[in-house]
């Protein structure tokens, strides 16, 4: 059940989803996810907050993989929490694709969807006949989106797209932590995401194109590009100096910016400092060594003024930096984890969360569609499917 819920309502730190009758921008879109793991179901999961009708086309006995990739061994309802955080607010098909009958069924249903996504490694899809050229005969005005690891051709296609090793691949490893740390992995699925969230962008501006012309299109994507692009800071800075930018000796947090970005440990917690001239910052912390340094240092002096701030704020309170800080109105932030974000009036005004409830009269806390429509928020309590819930009634609703 979709809902959209209005900012001027209560706020309960729990919100659960209500009916309603307004409609959402994809309500009537058919959006067929042959997909696994999370690249490919994460972009299905926006498509679905947005209205979509996500139909998840999946492997008898087996499904999605991700069914049975445990995050912490947490398990709900026989599947893994992963799977249901990702793939709530859809519906679930089972077809035997190498069956000429089942495979005669996904055919009929292609000629009636409008988007197609897939994420399987090159090759597959066309080896089952449902390469875009095939389903484009099928259905002229299809959206067919591809996501693959490193692309369709050349020498990499082949290789495993999993997010770590293509966070090796693309040099990201080298943009967080201090200049002697060995190669630091980012500690979420970025690649898959992003590259999730780009796909959605593609679908959406196929579907504009459709509008205007009545034409389908093919979306291409790949992680390793997703993760290139993400790093379009790093990577223009390299091919204008041949050189990898270096990341800090200490306090790094960003490999081009230079002091006192980074974060700092204080007497109790730690402190997030942001772009702030050294003048400033050091009439406003009283830092007298800092009076050496000037702002044309901030690059070539930058590890030696970020050790003096290192050593200086140990002395004193995070709440004490950020009171003096935020006096002169410098960028600051106490450095937060999940259990004293939540306790924030700000984290409880956004309205973050909501609840999925499940079959068996359970239910599970995760976050909402971070997407406001005209200043009002997207809910949904709709679980995700259990495998081939939906398939009886898709086939006799469209064959």
């Known amino acids: ?205 196929a579907l504009v194109h459709r509008k205007r012309t009545g034409k389908g299109s093919r979306i291409s994507l790949s992680l390793l590009e997703s993760l290139l692009d993400m790093q379009f800071e790093v990577l223009t800075t390299y091919f204008a100096s041949g050189k990898r930018p270096l990341r800090s000796a200490v306090n790094s947090a960003h490999p081009l910016l230079g002091a006192p970005y980074g974060i700092y440990a204080t007497k109790d917690s730690h402190l997030a400092i942001a772009m702030i001239p050294i003048a400033p910052l050091r009439e406003a912390l009283g830092c007298g060594e800092l009076e050496r340094f000037d702002q044309s240092m901030v690059f070539t002096h930058r590890d030696a003024i970020k050790q003096v701030l290192a050593d200086f704020l140990k002395s004193a309170t995070t709440d004490h930096w950020l009171a003096k800080l935020r006096e002169k109105g410098l960028w600051a932030m106490d450095v937060k984890d999940w259990k004293q974000l939540k306790a924030t009036q700000g984290y409880r005004q956004s309205n973050l969360e909501q609840i999925i409830k499940l079959t068996n009269g359970q239910s599970i806390k995760t976050n909402r569609c971070p997407i406001r429509i005209d200043g009002e928020v997207l809910l949904s309590d709709r679980p995700a499917p259990t495998l081939g819930e939906h398939t009886a009634s898709i086939k006799q609703e469209f064959n």
């Open 1 to 205: 059940m979709k809902s959209i819920r209005s900012p001027s309502e209560p706020l309960p730190m729990n919100p659960e989803s209500k009916s309603t009758t307004k409609s959402l921008p994809l309500e009537g879109v058919i959006v067929l996810e042959f997909c696994q793991y999370l690249s490919g179901p994460s972009a299905g999961l926006r498509l679905a907050d947005l209205g979509a009708r996500v139909i998840k086309i999946e492997n008898p006995g087996k499904g999605d993989l991700c069914r049975i990739l445990p995050i912490k061994n947490r398990w709900v309802e026989n599947d893994s929490l992963l799977f249901h955080t990702i793939n709530r607010n859809k519906e679930s098909y089972t077809a035997n694709l190498k069956s000429e009958h089942e495979l005669a069924e996904i055919k009929r249903l292609i000629g009636k969807a409008d988007v197609l996504m897939h994420n399987f490694r090159p090759g597959v899809m066309e080896k089952l006949g449902l390469g875009y050229e095939a389903v484009k005969a099928l259905n002229a005005g299809l959206v067919y989106a591809e996501i693959s690891g490193y692309g369709a051709e050349g020498p990499w296609a082949r290789k495993p797209g999993q997010d770590l090793l293509l966070q090796a691949m693309s040099g990201l490893m080298f943009a967080s932590g201090n200049q002697k740390d060995g190669p630091m992995p980012f500690g979420l699925a970025i690649g898959d995401m992003l590259c999730g969230a780009q796909a959605v962008q593609g679908i959406l501006a």
